[in-house]
């Protein structure tokens, strides 16, 4: 997922799903504070502005620990049951499934209280949010080397999914690494997709902004359903080219996996039970104390 704009909704979930277990834990605890910072650093909001965030996250926050994360635990031990039998391409494609829709539950949850906050802004905070936007749009396209050959793009796509895969199951061997990297001579690449989709939902973001001095409850079905359906402005190619995209990688991890060693699937089940375990112990953690391991 990304646009980096400051959605109020998905601040929770982006934590979870970018962050390592070891930080979970400790940065769920202290969540509030981290989106305030991150909201304040794309808005410049004012004292007001900075106490209404304060409130209404606090609420969302307090919601999302008690129904959404004992709920995240059990989907993960459901994966987690998929895993020790071995993952299957339709196991991929339910995974990604079900993170669009608890996604889209804390769009659903959230929605009203980000209008509340948008409405107040400023011409002059929009247009320092632009700035930081076109900021995180210049980084991506060096990190995802876009303006670089199609050779150099794959190099990038070869190192980050060889990360990933050991920060998952472990060490790989030289027959693993040599299958992984020419199956991934055979995906499609979509960095400079994703670029022009990032770009899209910006303008989308934009012009919603316009309608903020308006109907407050219009603007807030408007920015709901934006959040929730964030494919929905897609031309039928995007669409296709996407959904290509997800079933070819759901094919590599699920070939991967039938190459995985009894010790890289202990290790793969381990790393599933870490986050299953934090899931749990923070849906009962008091707001505001971090949990040490």
Excluded at 7 to 23: E, Y
Excluded at 117 to 129: G, S, V
Excluded at 232 to 261: C, M, N, P, V
């Amino acid at each position: 997922m990304r646009f980096r704009h400051v959605r109020l909704v998905a601040l929770l979930l982006c934590l979870l799903l970018s962050s390592g277990c070891s930080m979970i834990r400790v940065g769920y605890g202290h969540f509030d504070s981290v989106a305030a910072w991150m909201v304040h650093d794309y808005f410049d909001l004012n004292a007001d502005q900075r106490d209404l965030f304060a409130q209404r996250f606090e609420r969302l926050h307090a919601w999302h620990r008690q129904t959404q994360l004992p709920e995240y635990a059990q989907f993960l031990g459901d994966f987690q049951a998929r895993a020790k039998r071995g993952l299957r391409e339709a196991d991929m494609l339910w995974a990604v499934d079900g993170f669009k829709q608890r996604y889209a539950r804390i769009a659903v949850r959230g929605a009203a209280d980000a209008a509340d906050l948008l409405a107040t802004l400023t011409p002059e905070q929009i247009e320092t949010f632009r700035q930081q936007v076109d900021k995180d749009n210049k980084k991506f396209m060096r990190e995802h080397r876009i303006n670089d050959s199609e050779a150099e793009r794959r190099k990038v796509v070869q190192q980050r999914t060889l990360s990933q895969l050991r920060d998952w199951v472990g060490l790989l061997n030289d027959i693993q690494e040599t299958r992984i990297i020419a199956m991934l001579k055979t995906m499609p690449l979509v960095d400079k997709l994703r670029h022009e989709d990032r770009l899209r939902r910006q303008r989308e973001f934009f012009a919603l902004l316009e309608l903020r001095a308006g109907d407050r409850a219009v603007f807030a079905q408007r920015l709901r359903d934006w959040l929730q359906h964030w494919e929905a402005g897609r031309g039928a190619e995007q669409t296709r080219l996407f959904d290509e995209s997800w079933r070819k990688r759901a094919e590599l991890y699920a070939a991967i996996d039938h190459t995985l060693t009894p010790a890289q699937r202990t290790h793969l089940l381990s790393k599933l039970q870490d986050y299953i375990d934090d899931f749990r112990e923070l849906s009962k953690a008091r707001p505001g104390v971090a949990q040490a391991r």
